[in-house]
T-cell receptor, first 115, second 110 residues
Framework: DAGVIQSPRHEVTEMGQEVTLRCKLI?????LFWYRQTMMRGLELLIY????????DSGMPEDRFSAKMPNASFSTLKIQPSEPRDSAVYFC?????????????FGQGTRLTVV | SQKIEQNSEALNIQEGKTATLTCNYT??????LQWYRQDPGRGPVFLLL?????KEKRKERLKVTFDTTLKQSLFHITASQPADSATYLC?????????FGQGTELSVKP
């Protein structure tokens, strides 16, 4: 397996534009996490899916952010409209949910710059 | 609220010495803790998991301890090498979520 695949790797967009980040999970994994990483706040959990169902979205900053998981292997994170404060590296990670075996595998991240 | 804290100051050590990184947690009793390594421009990579009933876990030059009384985990790298330079993050699992600390940057000088 190629691991968790994110696209694009880099995205530069103007304030107000819609941004869509994509993530392909590792085959057989059923948990999906979206994180945002900044120098100030570290790695923050935005939303967590299990078996394609959003379980906890309490970390999503505001209504401008939305995430979907249309099938078991793919997820999107959308920001509409984007703002400069959304600039960060966004990671998705997947794992096999289970009581003790929840090591997460991360993608390479998408570096988002909103100007 | 639950918190997981790591020393935000970078740790600088000489090659060959043992590096010790600290992870403290409050207001929660995780069943286990995980440690990850992150290199610049890359996603975190899993290193070790330790359960609450395990006092210590080892993997090659890495050792992790878990003290549920002190609410603390220590991460040791023995015989450190410049290639060990990276940011190390601890994390705990709360329900299905994985919550990370801020990470500690380690720099090993030759």
């Amino acid at each position: 397996d190629a691991g968790v695949i994110q696209s694009p790797r880099h995205e530069v967009t103007e304030m107000g534009q819609e941004v869509t980040l994509r993530c392909k999970l590792i085959s057989g994994h059923n948990s999906l996490f979206w994180y945002r990483q900044t120098m100030m706040r570290g790695l923050e959990l935005l939303i967590y899916f299990n078996n394609n169902v959003p379980i906890d979205d309490s970390g999503m900053p505001e209504d401008r952010f939305s995430a979907k998981m249309p099938n078991a292997s793919f997820s999107t994170l959308k920001i509409q409209p984007s703002e400069p404060r959304d600039s960060a590296v966004y990671f998705c990670a997947s794992s096999q949910s289970g009581f003790m075996n929840t090591e997460a595998f991360f993608g390479q991240g998408t570096r988002l710059t909103v100007v | 609220s639950q918190k997981i804290e790591q020393n935000s100051e970078a740790l600088n050590i000489q090659e060959g010495k043992t590096a010790t990184l600290t992870c403290n947690y409050t207001n929660y009793s995780p069943a286990y803790l995980q440690w990850y390594r992150q290199d610049p421009g890359r996603g975190p990579v899993f290193l070790l998991l330790i359960r609450e009933n395990e006092k210590e876990k080892r993997k090659e030059r890495l050792k992790v301890t878990f003290d549920t009384t002190l609410k603390q985990s220590l991460f040791h790298i023995t015989a450190s090498q410049p290639a060990d330079s990276a940011t190390y993050l601890c994390a705990y699992n709360q329900g299905g979520k994985l919550i990370f600390g801020q990470g500690t940057e380690l720099s090993v000088k030759p």
